[in-house]
């Protein structure tokens, strides 16, 4: 299942499953809402994103609650986010991405990963991230 908004240049991934004859194994679901997030992820074999860049990695991290393996690209928004327990690859390494695919789908992800993400993922609260940002305008207002 690939599941968010459509972004630009899609046109080869919605082609894809039909050029490698697997369209009844992809499914492309678009955007879903928030409450429906949780569950799809709960039941993934993995989360998988190859993304070249992010801002902060928010579905990452909604993943790791869900206890869901995650397999990600090796970018610094998501190493800040996942620490030392999503499978990393080089976004633009073909087959190192076959090869963490491979280990992600053949049950080869220790579980002490899953559960040590699932733990990472308490960390990141909204109540941190508010105190955290009022610590930032009160040292911009300070040295102001």
């Not at 240049?9 to 082609?15: A, G």
């Not at 190493?79 to 991405?97: L, M, S, T």
């Amino acid at each position: 299942m690939i599941v968010g908004k459509t972004g630009w240049d899609t046109e080869e991934s919605f082609s894809a499953p039909r050029k490698f004859n697997v369209e009844k194994n992809v499914l492309f679901l678009g955007f879903l809402p928030d409450e429906d997030l949780p569950p799809l992820f709960s039941g993934a074999v993995a989360f998988i994103s190859l993304s070249l860049e992010e801002g902060f990695g928010l579905p990452l991290l909604e993943a790791m609650a869900c206890e869901t393996p995650a397999l990600v690209s090796s970018i610094p928004a998501f190493k800040e986010v996942g620490g030392e327990f999503p499978i990393y690859v080089n976004p633009v390494d073909v087959k190192g991405f076959a090869k963490a695919i491979l280990k992600a789908f053949s049950g080869k992800y220790e579980p002490e990963r899953v559960y040590g993400a699932k733990l990472r993922s308490q960390e990141f609260t909204w109540d941190r991230t508010a105190q955290k940002t009022l610590g930032v305008f009160q040292k911009v207002i300070e040295n102001g």
